[in-house]
């Protein structure tokens, strides 16, 4: 069975001549799907031609080779958008996919995922192939076919888990400070916004 989704990092160097990329290249990015999951391989704009001449099926786009921002720690301290995807892709739980997907969404709407392909599995599953577009990973995100009335649902299990924290186990030595009210641009898409998308679910549904 093929993997559902998956997180796949850029490469630092170009696959065929191994030379690292540096930061603001111009770089080549190409998936391949396979029986059991799929591949990724970076190219250096003097290699890609040759590669891009392969007739083996994939996903390729450009993009910008970024260095990793020094200091990833601040980002790890609360629950966003993007590090609950982090963790229920990790997770790999396959009831939180309506989830994933919601949160796939948000996260292209605040233009920190760049949607690159489209691809409909041999199973007829469809597969949205998303670029983070400061650090370059590929995630392969399920496409649920949500209905509009199953949205408001789904959206409600994204704003209970991006919620304030539930208590921890341990006491907490500082008194708890009253919740933060949820952000009225937190990014959550209403039924309605998601639906009316262009194309949205008409381009998904073949
Ligand atoms: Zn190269």
Redesign the pocket.
């Known amino acids: 069975m093929a993997q559902d989704w998956d997180i796949k990092p850029r490469a630092e160097?170009?696959?065929?001549?191994?030379?690292p990329f540096e930061d603001g290249q111009v770089c080549f990015s190409a998936l391949q799907f396979m029986e059991d999951g799929y591949a990724r391989a970076d190219?250096?704009?003097?290699?890609?031609p040759d590669r891009a001449a392969d007739a083996a099926p994939y996903s390729s786009w450009q993009g910008v080779f970024r260095l990793p921002p020094a200091a990833p720690e601040e980002a790890l301290k609360k629950e966003t958008a993007e590090t609950l995807l982090r963790r229920l892709v990790e997770e790999d739980d396959e009831r939180r996919r309506n989830v994933i997907f919601i949160l796939a969404v948000m996260l292209e709407r605040k233009r920190e995922l760049a949607e690159r392909d489209v691809r409909t599995r041999d199973d007829g599953a469809t597969i949205r192939v998303y670029e983070h577009r400061r650090t370059g990973e590929t995630f392969l995100i399920p496409d649920p076919h949500l209905k509009l009335d199953e949205l408001a649902e789904v959206q409600q299990q994204v704003v209970g888990m991006l919620g304030p924290r539930r208590e921890e186990a341990q006491p907490r030595p500082e008194p708890a400070a009253p919740a933060p009210a949820p952000s009225p641009d937190s990014g959550v898409p209403s039924g309605r916004e998601v639906g009316l998308r262009d194309g949205f679910y008409s381009s998904a549904s073949l």
């Open positions: 160097a170009c696959r065929a001549c191994d030379r190219y250096c704009a003097a290699c890609w």
